[in-house]
């Protein structure tokens, strides 16, 4: 699984920013996770968004609390690609941006350990 992130941005706050993740993978995987994670200076990696998706059971898709109705996870799958749109950006979600992907389950969405494969991370500047 190969992972290639857009470009992030700088905008001012209340404004909006998307960023795509190109995701090569096996489409015969009966498990797969892609999520988004998101480190601020100083501060620990942490959760944004997943979506999982298994064959024979349940998937889904998953916020952080501090982005639910703000930030919108989707796949396009003709394009591969993980979207995040993030609106009504806060200073506080001043971070690299590092998309995320799993192809067999080893843990919860909001864990970094639970994923083998990461983008190369993307800036994210909101401005007050």
């Known amino acids: 699984v190969q992972l290639v992130e857009s470009r992030g941005g700088s905008v001012q706050a209340g404004g909006s920013l998307r960023l795509s993740c190109a995701i090569s993978r096996s489409t015969t995987s009966s498990y797969f996770m892609a999520g988004w994670f998101r480190q601020a200076p100083g501060k620990e990696r942490e959760e944004v968004a997943a979506?999982?998706?298994?064959?024979?059971?349940?998937?889904?898709?998953y916020y952080a609390d501090s982005v639910k109705g703000r930030f919108s996870i989707s796949q396009d799958k003709d394009e591969n690609t993980l979207n995040l749109q993030l609106n009504n950006l806060k200073p506080e979600d001043t971070a690299v941006y590092y998309c995320a992907a799993a192809d067999r389950s080893r843990g919860a969405w909001y864990l970094p350990g639970s994923y083998m494969y990461w983008g190369q991370g993307t800036q994210v500047i909101v401005s007050s």
């Open positions: 979506i999982v998706e298994v064959k024979r059971g349940r998937g889904g898709t």
